[in-house]
T-cell receptor
Framework: GAGVSQSPSNKVTEKGKDVELRCDPISGHTALYWYRQSLGQGLEFLIY????????KSGLPSDRFSAERTGGSVSTLTIQRTQQEDSAVYLC?????????????FGSGTRLTVV | KQEVTQIPAALSVPEGENLVLNCSFT??????LQWFRQDPGKGLTSLLL?????REQTSGRLNASLDKSSGRSTLYIAASQPGDSATYLC?????????FGKGTKLSVKP
């Protein structure tokens, strides 16, 4: 597609349940990033994928969070045993490559509410 | 560790006014800088990207500059309009990841 697509746009889940968030990057973009934006806070880096390299997981807040990227394209962010503090907007971005002079294109995000 | 600060946190101006949003970063090793706009409940829209070899970029009524030596970037909005009301985020590219400021919430009154 022309842009970064995220689904679902909204997700309400009960505390303790697992959730999966999906990101479909721009075709040809090898770099894919997940960020989290909590209410009133800035964007927090979670994880990064570049081609077939091992992902940079340095931003994941706990081992309940994981992500994968299949075939160098679609990515899924999984949150296990969700907690109320996981409530946030989860944003995905893609770029032609990591670093360098390439801008990021963001999706519209998934608003996760844990009740 | 790179930190990005945006001042002011909020700004309210009358329509037609020219304004400047400020962004500062702690690590001068910043590679490039990107300004985004975020409307309530929406994702981020890229406004301007200043690449490593550049010092400013212009798009319509927007002009962004980058001074790595002082650790600052500014976003200039000319002849502001109510439709410019949004939160403006700056983000510095450093070692591959973008580090974001918390944004400036702009309100342009008709």
């Amino acid at each position: 597609g022309a842009g970064v697509s995220q689904s679902p746009s909204n997700k309400v889940t009960e505390k303790g349940k697992d959730v999966e968030l999906r990101c479909d990057p721009i075709s040809g973009h090898t770099a894919l990033y997940w960020y989290r934006q909590s209410l009133g806070q800035g964007l927090e880096f979670l994880i990064y994928f570049q081609g077939n390299s091992a992902p940079d997981k340095s931003g994941l807040p706990s081992d309940r969070f994981s992500a994968e990227r299949t075939g160098g394209s679609v990515s899924t962010l999984t949150i296990q045993r969700t907690q109320q503090e996981d409530s946030a907007v989860y944003l995905c971005a893609s770029s032609l490559a990591r670093g360098g002079d390439y801008g990021y294109t963001f999706g519209s995000g998934t608003r996760l509410t844990v009740v | 560790k790179q930190e990005v600060t945006q001042i002011p946190a909020a700004l309210s101006v009358p329509e037609g006014e020219n304004l400047v949003l400020n962004c500062s970063f702690t690590d001068s090793a910043i590679y490039n800088l990107q300004w985004f706009r975020q409307d309530p409940g929406k994702g981020l829209t890229s406004l301007l990207l200043i690449q490593s070899s550049q010092r400013e970029q212009t798009s319509g009524r927007l002009n962004a500059s980058l001074d790595k030596s002082s650790g600052r970037s500014t976003l200039y909005i000319a002849a502001s309009q109510p439709g410019d009301s949004a939160t403006y985020l700056c983000a510095g590219g450093s070692q591959g990841n973008l580090i974001f400021g918390k944004g400036t919430k702009l309100s342009v009154k008709p």
